[in-house]
T-cell receptor, first 118, second 113 residues
C-alpha cells in the first residue's frame, strides 16, 4: 500500500533555532499534502495545505512566516519551524493524497515528528 | 479550524461492552472518514463513507453517515482491549480548494480487560 514517510521522527532543539521536517510519499505522487499539529490526547489541527509548485494555503491563526512550507516536487513537502520556541513543541503529522485516486481518496499519514524545543 | 465535534471525548469501558461514538457538524461534507490512532503514531484509516445514509461494517465496527452528510457514528460491538486508541472522524470539505480533511475533536477509548 501507499506509504508516507516523515523525517525526523524526533527532534530536540534549542530555542531560537529552525527545524525542518520532511514528508515524502514513497510510492505515489501527491499533488497535495497536508500538515497537522497535535497536542497530547487531542485531535489533529490542520495547519496548512501544501500544493506542489505553488504557495501553501494556511489555516486561520497559523503564521506562515513561522511555519514555512515548501512542496518542491510531487513526492516531497517540507515544514520548517523557524525560530522555534518551547510553545512550538508538539507532534507534527503530514498526510498526502494519491492524486490518481481523486479528492475522496484515502489520506495516507506519515509517522509523525515529535518536536521538543528547550 | 475544527468543524467536527465528537462525543464522548473520553470513554472507558469493560471488555465485552458495546459503545457508540458520535461525530457531528453543522457543515455538509462530501465524504467522511474514521481513523484510529495509537500514541506516537499517525492515524490509520478505518473507513470512508460518501453517501448520505450509508452504513458500512468492518467486523465488530459499524459506521453510519447521516442522511444530510453532516454527522456520523461509529458503533463497536463487544469491545476488546485491542480497540483502545484515539478515534478520529474527518470530513472532506468539498467547497475548499484541495478538498482538505478536517478532523473531529477525537474520542479516547480505553477498553479494560
Amino acid at each position: 500500500g501507499a506509504v508516507v514517510s516523515q523525517h525526523p521522527s524526533r527532534v530536540i532543539c534549542k530555542s531560537g533555532t529552525s527545524v525542518k521536517i520532511e514528508c515524502r510519499s514513497l510510492d505515489f505522487q501527491a499533488t497535495t499534502m497536508f500538515w497537522y499539529r497535535q497536542f497530547p490526547k487531542q485531535s489533529l489541527m490542520l495547519m496548512a495545505t501544501s500544493n506542489e509548485g505553488s504557495k501553501a494555503t494556511y489555516e486561520q491563526g497559523v503564521e506562515k512566516d513561522k511555519f514555512l512550507i515548501n512542496h518542491a516536487s510531487l513526492t516531497l513537502s517540507t515544514l520548517t519551524v523557524t525560530s522555534a520556541h518551547p510553545e512550538d513543541s508538539s507532534f507534527y503529522i503530514c498526510s498526502a493524497r494519491d492524486r490518481s485516486r481523486g479528492f475522496t481518496g484515502e489520506l495516507f499519514f506519515g509517522e509523525g515528528s515529535r518536536l521538543t524545543v528547550l | 479550524t475544527q468543524l467536527l465535534e465528537q462525543s464522548p471525548q473520553f470513554l472507558s469501558i469493560q471488555e465485552g461492552e458495546n459503545l457508540t461514538v458520535y461525530c457531528n457538524s453543522s457543515s455538509v461534507f462530501s465524504s467522511l472518514q474514521w481513523y484510529r490512532q495509537e500514541p506516537g503514531e499517525g492515524p490509520v484509516l478505518l473507513v470512508t463513507v460518501v453517501t448520505g445514509g450509508e452504513v458500512k461494517k468492518l467486523k465488530r465496527l459499524t459506521f453510519q453517515f447521516g442522511d444530510a452528510r453532516k454527522d456520523s457514528s461509529l458503533h463497536i460491538t463487544a469491545a476488546q482491549p485491542g480497540d483502545t486508541g484515539l478515534y478520529l472522524c474527518a470530513g472532506a470539505d468539498a467547497l475548499r480548494l484541495g478538498n482538505q480533511f478536517y478532523f473531529g475533536t477525537g474520542t479516547s477509548l480505553t477498553v479494560i480487560p
